[in-house]
């Protein structure tokens, strides 16, 4: 069976809904009749996902979404592991999304960076960066990728491949049930978004 392959953050992995089946993931992949491949993690950062999507072993015929996270996250890369750092410094996660709460030296070390050297331009511009390297790469080896956002301030310039503008948190989360965490989107916004992004690219999808 052809796959739906999705990377993002914890909107995108379904943090906080009762059971995973709810996520906007699932019940797209079921209307698309894909099997589902989700690498998404909480606390997910835009340098995290381009570095996981470059590195991952697409199909042919692999239909790939991107629900892209805030630009203000920051990640660290190592050779086995991931960092990544969130705005408040109260989270952070590993590349398996596990936050390391007690991990207290490797927080104080990694949270100087917003002390000391973030910057909101900045973040913006890294952003950019690292959306447009995986839009290209995509192109380049002929990946179908189809890009979404969570919010309204992360995508500010053109891509090569399509974009879905609606954003996914920003759209629903004043507007709709939240989930039981009360921090993500509930199960009806899920669903909602599932329905929203099959009949945007419905007819884009290869069926075998």
């Known amino acids: 069976m052809n796959r739906l392959v999705t990377f993002g953050c914890s909107h995108t992995a379904g943090s906080g809904l009762e059971f995973k089946e709810q996520s906007w993931t699932h019940v797209l992949s079921e209307k698309l ?3 589902l491949v989700n690498t998404a993690i909480r606390g997910n950062s835009i340098k995290s996902i381009c570095y996981t999507f ?8 692999d239909t790939v979404i991107i629900c ?3 630009a203000s996250r920051y990640a660290v890369i190592y050779e086995d592991n991931i ?11 590993n590349k398996s999304g596990n936050v390391l709460h007690n991990n207290t030296k490797v927080l104080q070390k ?12 900045d973040s913006k511009a890294s952003a950019e ?8 790469y995509s ?14 301030n992360t995508k500010l310039f053109e891509l090569q491949n399509k974009v879905i503008d609606k954003p996914f948190y920003s759209t629903y989360f004043k ?21 929203y992004l099959y009949s945007k690219i419905r007819g884009r999808i290869v069926l075998i």
């Open 33 to 35: 009749g894909l099997s």
């Open 68 to 70: 892209w996270a805030v």
């Open 110 to 121: 990694h949270i100087q960076y917003y002390h000391h050297y973030y910057d909101k331009y």
């Open 54 to 61: 470059n590195n991952f072993k697409f199909q042919p015929n």
């Open 139 to 152: 192109k380049l080896n002929n990946i179908n990728l189809i890009h979404t956002f969570n919010d309204d």
């Open 175 to 195: 507007n709709s049930p939240l989930s039981p965490d009360g921090v993500h989107v509930g199960k009806e916004a899920n669903v909602d978004w599932a329905e």
């Open 83 to 93: 960092l990544n750092i969130l705005p408040n410094c109260t989270l952070l996660v």
């Open 129 to 136: 960066i690292f959306i447009k390297f995986t839009d290209y």
